[in-house]
């Protein structure tokens, strides 16, 4: 049962990240699809955020602050705060950078509060303006999550009953086929153990994917889907229908 309930998983990501050790990573970029034209930036590295910010003045014209170090609010906190600048003079971009022409000025803070994997509060002042926007990852290109990963599912497996319950870690090899309409069939082989076929369909919000497929091993929801050049990660969950075994971890994988 529980290399069944270990083959069954592709993924349910929690709210937690793989590209930062911190948290989700907030890493992308964030906007209003209504408000096309303006958004923010975020590059997360462990626990601390740099924000760039590309919006318009009071004049009507284009120009942008930068929040260097926001960090978190508290320990833990997915709300992440920090001073914000303007550059006032630098360098032209046709000549020899000179770092004496460079020069910024505080002009208020910036706070974020990642609300979900996707969505997200931005709250900033400017010279005593001050803005809240709910804003979500913007999408423009859907990653490519076809080919073949060894992988290896840990987590733990609960209300399965005596001998199966508690941690586990087992290897396996996912085979992924995505269609141009982003369709995705799933092979999931766990060694020595069950294959699963699944078949559902992949969508994304910035760089973070989601899958919702079923199949012969039960239903797969998968969130926060990561792909880079070298491989796939996500956390999971996996139940079959109509029973309270489950199981609750991670899947980390390479290219092949």
């Known amino acids: 049962m529980k290399r069944l309930f270990a083959a069954a998983l592709l993924a349910w990501m929690s709210f937690a990240a793989h590209a930062t050790s911190y948290s989700t990573d907030v ?13 923010v930036n975020f590059i997360q590295q462990e626990d601390t955020l ?7 003045g009071p004049d009507n014209k284009p120009t942008w602050y930068v929040a260097p170090g ?3 609010t508290s320990s833990g906190s997915l709300t992440f705060a920090g001073d914000l600048y303007t550059t006032t003079t630098g360098s032209w971009f046709g000549a020899t950078w000179n770092p004496s022409l460079l020069g910024n ?13 996707t969505t997200g509060t931005l ?3 400017i010279d005593g303006v001050s803005v809240t926007k709910q804003v979500v990852r913007q999408l423009w290109k859907y990653e490519v999550l076809g080919g073949t990963y060894p992988i290896v599912l840990a987590g733990t497996t609960s209300g ?7 941690y586990s870690e087992t290897p396996a090899l996912l085979t992924v086929t995505q269609g141009s309409d982003n369709s995705v069939s799933i092979v999931e082989s766990v060694t020595g153990g069950t294959t699963c076929n699944y078949t559902g369909t992949y969508t994304q919000a910035g760089r973070m994917g989601t899958i919702s497929a079923s199949g012969n091993c039960g239903n797969l ?3 926060e889907v990561q792909t880079t050049f070298t ?6 969950t996996a139940s079959t229908s109509g029973s309270s075994c489950k199981f609750v971890g991670n899947i980390a994988g390479v290219r092949r």
Do not use: H, K
């Open 27 to 39: 890493t992308d970029l964030w906007y209003i699809p209504s408000e096309s034209g303006w958004g």
């Open 50 to 56: 740099f924000g760039t910010f590309f919006v318009y």
């Open 70 to 72: 926001m960090i978190p």
């Open 105 to 117: 000025r505080n002009v208020g803070t910036a706070t974020f509060t990642l609300q979900t994997v």
């Open 123 to 125: 709250t900033y002042s």
């Open 160 to 166: 399965c009953g005596q001998g199966i319950d508690g």
């Open 221 to 223: 929801d998968a969130d």
């Open 231 to 236: 491989g796939i990660t996500f956390r999971l």
